[in-house]
């Protein structure tokens, strides 16, 4: 999907706290009440102690999807599923800086497939990190959460290193995407450090479901006012 660049709030549910039994259905409704991308967890049991979803996920929910499908792969090795995942219609694809040693290769891979390439930074990872790679990605994620499973709490440490990442990224076309723990108490911080892409999980998912949605309208309506409160 093309996408005009902007540092507009999006809110991004994450599936992994969704109705496994209804997942095109789920996507439908939170689009239905305000969510700006699809968020995919995909996780391998091996890079991160927990095994998700696959492309073979990503292509079926693919259709009930509007806007963007946000596939952030927690494994490793990445590249040999870049094309299915490619396949399976994500319009951005991240990748961890720990999950392999020849993370430039996977970018322009990324890219090269069609997607935006995204870069993913655990929380003991620093921001230097990123750096010699800003020129090669379009989505930075940092992780307020250790990867692997949902509902943990929130790393408050991480907010300076968003504003770190901000700063470096200057006029690039970068997002800033934050996973873990976001809900209107935590996303004015990282709002306030520079990031517009907001991951939600069970903070947007809490108390709806696919025949009673409007929770998730609330929920989203509420993160989204409080990130956008905090930029003033």
Known sequence: MTEIFDRSIKIAPSILAADFAAFGAECAAVEGQGADWIHVDVM??????NITFGPATCAAIRPHIKGVMDVHLMIAPVDPYIEAFAKAGADVLTAHVEAGPHIHRTLQAIRGAGMRAGLALN???????????????????????????????????????????????????????IDGGVDPSTAPLVAAAGADVLVAGSAVFRGGSVDAPEAYGTNIAEIRAAAEAARG
């Open 123 to 177: 929380p003991g990872t620093p921001a230097e990190s990123a750096l010699p790679l800003l020129d090669d990605i379009d989505l930075v994620c940092v992780m307020t959460v250790n990867p692997g499973f949902g509902g943990q709490s929130f790393i408050r440490s991480q907010v300076e290193k968003v504003a770190a990442l901000r700063a470096a990224i200057g006029d690039r076309p970068v997002h800033i995407e």
């Open 44 to 49: 391998d049991g091996h890079f991160v102690p």
